[in-house]
């Protein structure tokens, strides 16, 4: 399963926008309940919860973490993204 840069990179690359905290909701339980956490956090109810909580779009970045999980959808998906690096340099005139 993808770490969480992944999953944020993805969401990035395929949905406009990464919230940290999706990732941190759908993985919290692994520490206290090993692999059992993704019948817990890994399901449609877990995914209107999120939705409930955080709205719309945090409801498809949670989706597309479960189709990332499941090997639906894979770094080659994304591979095209390449996040917009800072410059420190100010721009010429």
């Keep these: 399963m993808p770490n969480r840069r992944e999953h944020l990179k993805a969401a990035k690359a395929l ?9 941190i909701l759908m993985n919290r339980a692994i520490e206290r309940l090993g692999p059992r956490y993704l019948y817990v956090r890994h399901n449609a109810a877990y995914i209107s919860a999120i939705k409930e909580l955080l709205g719309e779009d945090a409801c498809l970045e949670a989706t597309l973490h479960l189709l990332q999980d499941w090997g639906v959808v894979t770094a080659e998906d994304y591979g095209f993204y390449a996040s917009p690096r800072r410059s420190n340099r100010e721009p010429s005139r």
Aim: charged letters at 10%.
């Design 15 to 23: 949905l406009g926008h990464a919230d940290p905290l999706v990732h």
